[in-house]
């Protein structure tokens, strides 16, 4: 699926602006600086696709970036959580988020990324909340496990098993990942790859 470069091809900041339905897309959503934006890179082998900051709230719209000729399109969303954000802007990003993850046919999976280095926040349960809601599949993927120590991680791991258990739009499988050392990234392609068209 990743052989050859994906491609940025559209960005969203509203929610009636949304590119045509086309191929299945995935979704890459979760908590400000959680590691979004370079999980992508990671994923595609492409260092620059996605911009990657230190400073939270980087990334402002939806943007999508087609892989193999639309047989599969990621959609990087803007972080959630962030505190420094002004009130408006907040909503606005709230906004776009709920309504693009309710209202997406063609959002096959939503990848709910959480950082392992971080206690889990009221803003990652309502998350787990919404997309249940939405009954949009989603899958719980750890971020920066580089950073943290095996016993740390495991605790993480079990709470969050326990976070999405009775939740059936969860996948059962959660994913372990870094970006900085390539932890569990196979894992992460193999589950694309099977939702490509
Ligand atoms: P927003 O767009 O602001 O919501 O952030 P994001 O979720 O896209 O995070 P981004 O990819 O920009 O990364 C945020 C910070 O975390 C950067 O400083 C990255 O270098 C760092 N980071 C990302 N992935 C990893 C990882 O696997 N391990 C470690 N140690 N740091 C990481
Ligand atoms: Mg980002």
């Known amino acids: 699926l990743f052989a050859r470069p994906c491609t940025f091809f559209y960005a969203s900041q509203a929610i009636n602006q949304l590119p045509p339905l086309a191929g299945p897309e995935v979704a890459f959503c979760g908590r400000s600086n959680v590691g979004k934006s370079s999980l992508l890179n990671a994923l595609t082998g492409q260092k620059a696709l996605a ?3 230190v400073t939270p709230g980087r990334t ?8 193999d000729e639309g047989q599969l399109t990621l959609v990087d969303m803007p972080g959630y959580g ?4 002004s009130k408006t802007l907040k909503e606005d990003w709230q906004g776009l988020m709920f309504d693009f993850l309710r209202g997406r046919p063609t959002l096959r999976r939503v990848l709910l990324l959480m950082d392992a280095r971080v206690e889990i926040k009221p803003a990652d349960r309502a998350a787990i ?3 249940s809601d939405a ?4 899958q719980i993927c750890i971020t920066k496990v580089d950073d943290v120590k095996k016993p740390q991680l495991e605790k993480r791991i079990r709470e969050l098993e326990a976070l999405v258990k009775k939740r059936t739009a969860a996948h059962p499988l959660m994913l372990v990942t870094s970006s900085e050392t390539g932890q569990g990234i196979p894992e992460l392609r193999a589950e694309l790859a099977a939702l490509a068209g």
């Open 82 to 85: 962030y505190a420094k954000a």
């Open 135 to 138: 009954a949009v599949a989603f």
């Open 129 to 131: 909340e919404l997309l």
């Open 51 to 53: 911009r990657v900051s």
């Open 60 to 67: 402002r719209q939806l943007n999508f970036f087609r892989c």
